[in-house]
């Protein structure tokens, strides 16, 4: 499944949305000096500036108090001119990062992950979805990959990828099993997986041993390690799986396309052009 192709077509599509809306705008958000932070805000300000989409850049270093960082954010959700609000995660040390999540507007939340945002992807009524599930399920049906009846494995939790890809797999009537770092003999669930998403940050953690023959596998892991950059599932899977993500050039790319997509969503709701439901 070809990340890098799907993300710049998606891409195009972001950027033809733009020019018929016009004067779109992203704040960021990046609090502290991370150097990983720096290089993710670094790589969505270029991809938006690429689709026409203005970002705005607000710092604040680490030292920023609770009450301070929430000013800016609320200030930036009063701003009419701007669409989207996405404050870096994580925060460091010392803030209350569900307390930010929660303040952004969740018309301009373009992460998906305010409450009110999460409630409605729950409930099966989806407004603004985090990008990388998104992104995953866009891979999927790219790929003609059958997923109503789908015996579907998510391993990992997360709230940022694991739970929320569950549910959007849900929702295309995929039977889901949720898997994680309690669950007992995880082979002998990956193994019955028509289609498996792993998101837990460990590398090589599923073989290809433990991968059903002719499976759809979605490897979201981002592992930096002597070798390079590799992702959860052995490569060797290919070998086993009718369909898998490769890392780099999978998952990776697809994020910040999905980013960019849900900008325009934000900005049709500040526009009107869809109606935001009521909280």
Same mark, same amino acid.
């Given at each position: 499944?070809?990340?890098?192709?799907?993300?710049?077509?998606?891409?195009?599509?972001?950027?033809?949305?733009?020019?018929?809306?016009?004067?779109?705008?992203?704040?960021?958000?990046?609090?502290?000096?991370?150097?990983?932070?720096?290089?993710?805000?670094?790589?969505?300000?270029?991809?938006?500036?690429?689709?026409?989409?203005?970002?705005?850049?607000?710092?604040?270093?680490?030292?920023?108090?609770?009450?301070?960082?929430?000013?800016?954010?609320?200030?930036?959700?009063?701003?009419?001119?701007?669409?989207?609000?996405?404050?870096?995660?994580?925060?460091?040390?010392?803030?209350?990062?569900?307390?930010?999540?929660?303040?952004?507007?969740?018309?301009?939340?373009?992460?998906?992950?305010?409450?009110?945002?999460?409630?409605?992807?729950?409930?099966?009524?989806?407004?603004?979805?985090?990008?990388? $599930?998104?992104?995953? &399920?866009? *891979?999927?049906?790219? /790929?003609? +990959?059958?997923?109503?009846?789908? =015996?579907? #494995?998510?391993?990992?939790?997360?709230?940022?990828?694991?739970? $929320?890809?569950?549910? &959007?797999? *849900?929702?295309?009537? /995929?039977? +889901?099993?949720?898997?994680?770092? =309690?669950? #007992?003999?995880?082979?002998?669930?990956?193994?019955?997986?028509?289609?498996?998403?792993?998101?837990?940050?460990?590398?090589?953690?599923?073989?290809?041993?433990?991968?059903?023959?002719?499976?759809?596998?979605?490897?979201?892991?981002?592992?930096?390690?002597?070798?390079?950059?590799?992702?959860?599932?052995?490569?060797?899977?290919?070998?086993?799986?009718?369909?898998?993500?490769?890392?780099?050039?999978?998952?990776?790319?697809?994020?910040?396309?999905?980013?960019?997509?849900?900008?325009?969503?934000?900005?049709?709701?500040?526009?009107?052009?869809?109606?935001?439901?009521?909280?």
């Amino acid at each position: 499944m070809d990340g890098r192709a799907l993300a710049a077509r998606i891409r195009s599509e972001v950027a033809e949305a733009a020019r018929e809306l016009g004067s779109l705008r992203l704040a960021t958000i990046l609090v502290g000096d991370d150097p990983a932070s720096q290089l993710y805000i670094s790589r969505k300000h270029d991809a938006a500036r690429e689709v026409g989409i203005e970002p705005l850049d607000h710092r604040l270093p680490a030292s920023v108090s609770q009450a301070e960082l929430l000013e800016l954010v609320s200030r930036l959700n009063a701003d009419e001119s701007i669409d989207g609000v996405l404050p870096q995660l994580p925060l460091p040390e010392g803030l209350d990062e569900p307390g930010v999540i929660a303040t952004v507007d969740p018309a301009k939340d373009v992460d998906g992950f305010h409450p009110l945002n999460a409630g409605r992807l729950y409930l099966g009524r989806p407004t603004l979805v985090p990008a990388t $599930p998104r992104g995953c &399920l866009a *891979l999927l049906v790219e /790929a003609g +990959v059958q997923l109503a009846g789908a =015996r579907a #494995v998510v391993v990992g939790r997360s709230v940022i990828v694991g739970k $929320p890809v569950a549910h &959007l797999l *849900l929702q295309a009537d /995929a039977t +889901v099993t949720v898997c994680h770092s =309690r669950t #007992v003999e995880l082979a002998r669930h990956t193994l019955d997986a028509d289609v498996l998403v792993v998101a837990a940050g460990i590398p090589a953690l599923v073989g290809p041993d433990m991968v059903k023959q002719g499976a759809a596998v979605v490897d979201v892991g981002q592992n930096h390690t002597a070798a390079g950059l590799v992702g959860d599932v052995d490569p060797g899977a290919a070998d086993v799986a009718a369909h898998l993500t490769p890392v780099p050039g999978g998952v990776g790319p697809m994020t910040i396309a999905m980013l960019l997509d849900n900008t325009i969503r934000a900005a049709k709701y500040r526009r009107g052009l869809l109606a935001f439901p009521p909280a």
